[in-house]
């Protein structure tokens, strides 16, 4: 039998850094279940100590769903396999070059480790600046520089994300990041703003009335999008990210590195059962809104495309990264996506959500049926704004000033029309950048490495985006598992 993707990973030690979020987890999972002879996978865990690291990993992962067919097969023996493969570490990317790892294990972690996976990410679109920038870009320069102590790397993987190239249109190649506004993101730049960091710091907690937590919080927040809006990024999320990975590109020397892009990350299509997620993604705040009756107007541009993909499908194209460029001294870069292959059309998913929730219909806390009706789609976001203040901000505001008369008796009603009409505008200017974003993402890279895999390969790393149907995806396996999985 030919030399196989499993084949490779027999004996193989690594390094996961981010490996108990979301894609972690279905990362380290899959390995488990398709090769057992894996070497350790050390697991970097933000924790206090060892034992509750270790506890952490228990909770969030080895005791999960996620998990249950690695504990149907091993039954009694399940933990006990567990505890052999998964090794707790204690430490923080964002720390030092050594991720903040204790002298006797980082030791041990160099000398075994063949392959490292940098997931850690803040992945929020409004973070503090100071948190954006320790984890996306201090933190890929730590990662890196941790790569170059390891004795017998084959392999890093950085995982970034295909918006880093938000702003521009067209077909974005598989392709460095270009730099925006004149600026040269080296090792000055991050320390300059670093320096920025601490000058703002200062400044706010040396005025009296500015020195509490909520407002150091918020003015961190308001630098990062500063920051990202200055050189050209809709978000600190996108920003960092797209630093992160020019600090990966100049720092990475002879280092084997792939960088992966993979788009909006969603529910598991397949692998290890459909539907499985965990959290809010990016979709699916409008997806529960709209099913609870919070939600009856979308933003879109028509034929707009939303650039969906399975994180299975991720995983899969990760693992396979590792099999095709081990040892090869270059950087390589991948996206994940699907707007080109198998575009999925706004209305699609809408048409499913609407589908969905009319035969599944969601209940209030008081036991009523929400009935859906079919969303009315604006086509521009100032048509958008201006039809949220002429039908909800007007008559809040009117409402408002009828429960005053009142002397409170509508004060409630108004509360409620309110919080939707913030969330509603919240999430619409979040997504804005998104929902009208003229780009498409190549994967040519990506459907190379689909085409070079053997048979045997494709059906148990599948990655191939143009077999999705995406009615059925949205309709059968991911607004389900939505639902199962993530509490509302």
């Known amino acids: 039998m030919a030399f196989g993707v499993v084949d490779f990973f027999k004996d193989k030690n690594m390094l996961v850094i981010g490996g108990t979020g979301f894609l972690g987890k279905v990362f380290i999972e899959k390995i488990l279940r398709v090769q057992p002879e894996v070497g350790q996978i050390f697991t970097l865990v933000r924790a206090k100590d060892l034992k509750s690291a270790q506890a952490k990993i228990q909770k969030e992962m080895i005791f999960t769903e996620l998990f249950r067919l690695l504990q149907d097969r091993y039954g009694g023996e399940y933990e006990n396999f567990m505890a052999q493969k998964i090794i707790p570490v204690v430490g923080d990317v964002s720390i030092d070059d050594y991720l903040g790892i204790e002298e006797e294990q980082r030791d041990e972690i160099c000398s075994k480790v063949d392959i490292v996976v940098n997931l850690a990410a803040t992945t929020k679109f409004y973070e503090r600046y100071d948190v954006s920038l320790g984890v996306n ?74 020195s509490d937590t909520k407002e150091e919080s918020k003015r961190m927040k308001e630098l990062g999008q500063e920051r990202a809006r ?142 859906v009706e079919r969303p009315f789609v604006i086509r521009s976001m100032e048509s958008f704004r201006q039809y949220m ?70 059906q148990k790393f599948m990655f191939d985006v143009k077999c999705i149907d995406w009615a059925d995806y949205f309709f059968n396996v991911h607004i389900p598992g939505l639902l199962e999985y993530v509490p509302s």
């Open 137 to 210: 870009v201090v933190g890929a320069i730590h990662a890196i520089n941790f790569c170059r102590k390891c004795k017998n790397l084959q392999i890093l993987i950085h995982v970034s994300t295909a918006y880093v190239n938000v702003g521009r249109t067209g077909i974005i190649a598989e392709e460095t990041v270009k730099i925006r506004a004149g600026v040269t993101f080296g090792p000055d730049y991050i320390k300059g703003e670093v320096d920025l960091i601490r000058k703002s710091l200062e400044e706010t907690t040396s005025t009296a009335y500015l």
């Open 230 to 371: 200055n050189f050209g990024w809709p978000n600190v999320y996108v920003f960092t990210k797209a630093v992160g990975e020019m600090m990966v590109d100049q720092l990475r020397g002879d280092l084997p590195v792939v960088i992966l892009r993979p788009a909006i990350i969603e529910s598991t299509l397949a692998e290890p059962f459909p539907g499985w997620m965990e959290g809010n993604r990016m979709l699916d705040p409008l997806i529960t809104g709209y099913g609870k009756g919070q939600i009856k107007i979308f933003a879109a541009k028509k034929n707009l495309i939303i650039d969906v993909v399975p994180v299975d499908m991720v995983v899969n194209c990760m693992i396979a990264c590792m099999y095709k460029h081990a040892k090869e001294p270059d950087l390589f870069i991948y996206q994940v996506a699907t707007s080109v292959e198998n575009p999925l059309f706004y209305d699609v998913g809408v048409t499913a959500a609407y589908n969905y929730f009319l035969l599944h219909p969601c209940k209030t806390k008081k036991g009523k049926i929400v009935k």
């Open 389 to 458: 203040k002429l039908h909800y901000k007007i008559p809040i505001e009117v409402l408002y000033c009828v429960s005053l008369l009142l002397c409170g008796l509508q004060r409630q009603q108004y509360n409620q029309l309110l919080y939707k009409y913030n969330m509603v505008m919240k999430l619409a200017t979040l997504y804005e950048p998104f929902i009208f974003f003229q780009g498409k993402f190549d994967n040519s890279n990506t459907n190379r490495l689909w085409e070079e895999l053997s048979k045997e390969d494709q």
